[in-house]
């Protein structure tokens, strides 16, 4: 098989993963909107939502791998679009963070949203992982032969700046969120474009995650990547962002969770 119809194949195997993760969540959404009472939906959301989020931005490591950056932000991008149209929660934890900070949810429920986000987080990498076994492309046997390898920490730069870097980012794509730059109708792609940019800049310094479930997911207990620094760069950094802007703005951080709060 050339390289061009392997090249491809793992592009429709996918956008096919992408669209199959987001039938998946529709359908259970359908199903829990059925079945629980009406104050559990909110806890189920931030499951679901969690779980749409890690699988999507984790095969995206497979385009990465096989289109470089530019078939990655192209992916990015629809991927992020897919979300703003789907989710039907936060997946982020610094929403819940600020939504706590301004009173608006007690301490209780919203340690519970981040539990749920975390459920949803966790099982998302088996999901995945499993579906690079089936070796659907070359891209994705490639893949599923190193899963016996330890992950390595996306971490490339000291804590510190680290930590900085993920404060910043947070700082940037929440800010253009409560802007809602271009109304209802252009703001999704707005925020999907800036997202976007903000990984493709720091990537290669912190994997640029600027959402600590995201990060917990995909780089916690990887190698070379204590307990502390994980806590510091992808939770505190964030959370750093989050305050801040609580303080000078006292606006929500309605994000819906794409590599970004």
Not at 43 to 51: G, K, L, P, W
Not at 85 to 98: K, N, P, R
Not at 156 to 171: F, H, Q, R, S, W
Request: hydrophobic content about 50%.
């Amino acid at each position: 098989m050339s390289a061009t119809v392997m090249s491809s194949a793992t592009w429709q195997v996918c956008v096919g993963f992408v669209a199959a993760t987001t039938l998946f969540a529709y359908t259970f959404r359908l199903i829990y909107r059925r079945l629980l009472p009406t104050k559990y939906h909110t806890y189920a959301a931030e499951v679901i939502s969690s779980f749409q989020l890690v699988a999507g931005v984790l095969e995206g490591d497979v385009i990465l791998d096989t289109y470089g950056f530019f078939g990655y932000s192209a992916y990015l991008f629809i991927l992020f679009l897919s979300f703003s149209l789907t989710f039907d929660g936060s997946a982020s934890v610094c929403t819940v963070w600020e939504d706590m900070l301004a009173g608006r949810i007690n301490l209780l429920k919203g340690h519970i949203k981040i539990a749920c986000q975390l459920l949803g987080a966790v099982f998302a990498p088996i999901f995945v992982k499993r579906y690079w076994k089936m070796a659907m492309s070359g891209s994705h046997l490639a893949k599923s032969e190193l899963l016996h390898l330890p992950c390595q920490s996306a971490l490339k730069v000291e804590v510190i700046p680290g930590m900085i870097a993920e404060m910043l980012a947070t700082l940037i794509s929440t800010l253009v969120i409560n802007f809602h730059i271009g109304g209802d109708r252009i703001s999704m792609y707005v925020e999907s474009v800036v997202s976007v940019t903000i990984i493709l800049i720091g990537v290669e310094w912190t994997g640029m995650m600027f959402n600590p479930i995201l990060a917990t997911a995909l780089t916690y207990n990887c190698q070379n990547h204590p307990l502390t620094e994980h806590l510091m760069v992808y939770w505190l950094g964030p959370f750093i962002a989050v305050v801040l802007i609580w303080l000078t703005t006292g606006r929500s951080t309605v994000d819906t969770a794409k590599k970004t709060n």
